[in-house]
């Protein structure tokens, strides 16, 4: 029987690990933040009163086993003047199906059995109406996720707005697993949303499996500006409860000058520094590797790699 994996977040950084970790002999639940509220997703809530979908595609997407035509279908946006303008193929048939099931957790069943997905990607709710929150350093009350990633800020809290109802399959799947993965993405509005939640903090403190965190490659704009991989660490650390992070993959690469200027300068990004002393002091073991790429100017982990990491500390745990 394959060992169990969850793994929590939202956005690409998660859809590129599960790109690779689907081809290792693991069993994985992928648990997706329901909160966008920006592009496609957000004017599909809007319209349609669901919990957002556009993340959820992007991680069936890069789950399922189909050809890649398929694939890039799914992700194709319309470029038009009317109203499917920017929408996402994928989208619609997620919001199409949750119509007619009135249930996401069963749309996700369809779209993957038709997409040839042999793991379970979950919602972490159903709830339609989940809306994110934030309060700045300045005390400022930011309301949407989308506003919060474009407010480029430092943030004192994130939470909310209501308590969300956590799906039980998905607490089950943190009771039971082998392995939990925090993966890289936005930490204010990928990987905070899956952890915010009480009763996900509470199953987390009754688990015994380890918790490994993937740490991002470069920073945020004005939400992680100088972070280092022990900020990261410390920072989801603080919204945790008992149960905190055991390890945290890092990359060591090397990137290019003219790639690092360019990330400096068009997207205020800087690659996250391993502090190797801050890391072994709140005792935290540190994997470190050379896992970025660029492709199309644009740094990215090795998803292979990435996971060959993963499966490794998995197999030792």
Excluded: W
């Amino acid at each position: 029987m394959y060992k169990k994996v969850v793994v929590l977040g939202g956005g690409t950084g998660i859809s590129y690990l599960l790109r690779g970790l689907k081809d290792f002999p693991v069993d994985i639940t992928a648990v997706i933040t329901v909160s966008d509220n920006g592009q496609s997703t957000g004017k599909l809530r809007q319209e349609f009163h669901t919990p957002a979908v556009g993340d959820i595609r992007k991680v069936i997407t890069n789950l399922s086993q189909i050809d890649e035509p398929i694939k890039e279908m799914m992700s194709y946006r319309f470029n038009t003047s009317s109203d499917l303008d920017g929408h996402a193929v994928g989208n619609l048939i997620l919001t199409a199906m949750l119509d007619i099931t009135g249930s996401l957790q069963e749309s996700i069943k369809s779209l993957s059995k038709i997409l040839d997905v042999r793991h379970t990607v979950l919602p972490i709710s159903e709830d339609s109406d989940l809306t994110l929150m934030a309060i700045d350093k300045d005390k400022n009350v930011i309301e949407g996720e989308e506003q919060i990633t474009k407010a480029h800020r430092q943030y004192e809290r994130i939470y909310y707005k209501n308590e969300p109802k956590v799906l039980p399959e998905v607490l089950q799947a943190l009771e039971t697993a082998d392995l939990i993965i925090f993966s890289m993405g936005s930490l204010y509005t990928s990987i905070l949303p899956n952890i915010i939640c009480q009763e996900v903090k509470e199953t987390l403190n009754k688990t015994k499996a380890p918790i490994i965190y993937l740490c991002n490659a470069v920073t945020q704009p004005g939400e992680t500006d100088n972070f280092t991989v022990s900020d990261h660490v410390k920072l989801i650390n603080k919204y945790l409860d008992k149960k905190k992070i055991d390890a945290v993959i890092a990359s060591n690469s090397k990137i290019a000058d003219e790639i690092a200027q360019k990330y400096e300068t068009e997207e205020q990004k800087n690659p996250v520094k391993i502090d190797y002393q801050e890391l072994e002091k709140i005792g935290v073991e540190l994997i470190e590797d050379d896992l970025c790429i660029v492709e199309d100017n644009t740094i990215r982990h090795n998803s292979l790699k990435l996971s060959s990491l993963v499966f490794s500390y998995l197999m030792r745990n």
